[in-house]
């Protein structure tokens, strides 16, 4: 016989997850708050207090602190007595500094391009369109190109996210024998500047749309490859660069639907000469029940795209099929993300 105390615990603690879960919107909000104010950046390595951190954002103590002490209860930050906290090596991620810094893609989260469209997902699930464009009456990237604000969060976050996904890249493929690699919509250029940085007598071309690679250049020469990396604007739609030993797109195919995702695919296949490689960096769902990450970032991709997705491995398989390329391997990173890769047919 069930003891009813124990399945009443059961119960608790089954409702207690729930609840957790259902309250999410509040730790993504409290952390891109925090991201935004640059709380993390005023800690550095010492211990502040509430007021001190207060004072130094321009912001009510009594609501920093509840806002620390929260974050604290999570990991961010440690408290300590008298309302004073410190970093965690977690929360230093939050850091501008920190060498992977997320702070970009934190302050996303809780902006307004971003956080209204998810709050009508049930448009997305409903009609299966993006909700981006009934809440803002355009598509994203049009948005983004007419709205410098906005554009400039979006880009941020892309930079904060290749901070540490282009390591896990270059250290998972080897690329050393490649001599020129076409890095497709590789915005200010964090792939590329690690592709070459690794691989010292490989060439780049790093290859957007002109507004994009504004602040490239100062990019490459910091990271001292500037001499080796050609910045091309263009259209992925139309044409890229040709001739390259190989073309490879970062977070680009799950943006849109299998026919542009195609469309995008068959330029690069013109442009290609026989034995090149294309590599495709972006999440693959794998089969049974795990990766939850992956699966929410696909319903960013509903929510937010031009019906983008994330795909599986056979779906990727078919995608490249149809553009005239043939699935050679999938290799895993350290991060949430794979290497497809694929040669011409």
Known sequence: MTNPKRA????????????????GKYLSQAI???????????????VKSAAEIAAAV???EDGVYRLMRALASVGL????????FKLTPLGKLLRRDSVTSVRGFSCLIGHNSTWLPWGDLRHSVRTGEPAFDHVFGVPIFEYLGKTPEASAVFDAAMTSLSTFESTAVVNACNLSRIGTIVDIAGGRGYL??????????TRGILFDLPHVTSGAAELLRERGVAARCEIVSGDFFTSVPDGADAYIMKHIIHDW??????????TCHRAMPSGARLLLVDVVIPTGNGLPYGKLLD???????PRGRERTREEFRDLLKQSGFRLTRVTPTSTYLSVVEAIKA
């Open 8 to 23: 009443r615990a059961k119960e608790i603690s089954q409702a207690t997850l729930l609840m957790n879960l259902i309250s």
């Open 32 to 46: 891109s708050v925090a991201a935004e104010l640059g709380v993390a950046d005023v800690l550095g390595n010492g």
């Open 58 to 60: 321009n912001a009510s």
């Open 77 to 84: 930050f440690k408290p300590s007595d008298k309302r004073k």
């Open 192 to 201: 590329i500047a690690a592709i070459l940085k690794a691989n010292r007598k």
């Open 257 to 266: 639907d299998d026919e542009r995702a195609a469309q995008i695919l068959r």
């Open 299 to 305: 319903l960013e991709m509903l929510v937010m795209t």
